[in-house]
T-cell receptor, first 113, second 116 residues
Framework: AQSVTQLDSQVPVFEEAPVELRCNYS??????LFWYVQYPNQGLQLLLKYLSGSTLVKGINGFEAEFNKSQTSFHLRKPSVHISDTAEYFCAVSSLNTDKLIFGTGTRLQVFP | DGGITQSPKYLFRKEGQNVTLSCEQN?????MYWYRQDPGQGLRLIYY???????QKGDIAEGYSVSREKKESFPLTVTSAQKNPTAFYLC???????????????FGEGSRLTVL
């Protein structure tokens, strides 16, 4: 069975500082990995995804993530955050032999001025 | 515009009443999903449907019902049997016709249900 762990439920950071949101997964087969962002009272939007190929994936709004197979991680990073990045971020995993996406419990990023 | 429309955005209901949340999509996606979101618990899958006239229970189906009579529509009914219905409900779709289907989901804006 697949699972996703987001160890940090909340990450406070000051504006223009770098940030890393951690995501670890478990799976016995090759995986696809996703990061979604959710702004208050809205649905989820796709930030970026890893399907295959280069392990460094660039997404929208200046975010990027690196797939590390040996550490089973897919951490999300941004070198300099803005107030507008305040939101909830969800990591998710799927594979060819599953019929649904498995989500982590989310990390709330709070950016302070 | 192509997309997923959930309605109503906000809904209030008295205890003991059933309520139906609408989800309509024009993305021509085969699969549709309903998630429930509570603070600190992430997204939990209620029901999903891979094809018209067929659906499967997710992790927390008790107290909910769905139908899939049309490809475009996947309404969710929150019944009086659901003990704690106050939550944010999200509808999502995915295309499973692509043999390289990755499971990527596309979400609606959500419906917030409050039981008074």
């Amino acid at each position: 069975a697949q699972s996703v762990t987001q160890l940090d439920s909340q990450v406070p950071v000051f504006e223009e500082a770098p940030v890393e949101l951690r995501c670890n997964y478990s799976s016995s087969v090759s995986v696809y990995l996703f990061w979604y962002v959710q702004y208050p009272n809205q649905g989820l939007q796709l930030l970026l995804k890893y399907l295959s190929g280069s392990t460094l994936v660039k997404g929208i709004n200046g975010f990027e993530a690196e797939f590390n197979k040996s550490q089973t991680s897919f951490h999300l990073r941004k070198p300099s955050v803005h107030i507008s990045d305040t939101a909830e971020y969800f990591c998710a995993v799927s594979s060819l032999n599953t019929d649904k996406l498995i989500f982590g419990t989310g990390t709330r990023l709070q950016v302070f001025p | 515009d192509g997309g997923i429309t959930q309605s109503p955005k906000y809904l209030f209901r008295k205890e003991g009443q059933n309520v139906t949340l609408s989800c309509e999509q024009n993305l021509n996606h085969d699969a549709m999903y309903w998630y429930r979101q509570d603070p600190g618990q992430g997204l939990r899958l209620i029901y999903y449907s891979q094809i018209v006239n067929d659906f499967q229970k997710g992790d927390i189906a008790e107290g909910y019902s769905v139908s899939r009579e049309k490809k475009e529509s996947f309404p969710l009914t929150v019944t009086s049997a659901q003990k704690n219905p106050t939550a944010f409900y999200l509808c999502a779709t995915s295309s499973n016709r692509d043999p390289r289907d990755t499971g990527e989901l596309f979400f609606g804006e959500g419906s917030r249900l409050t039981v008074l």
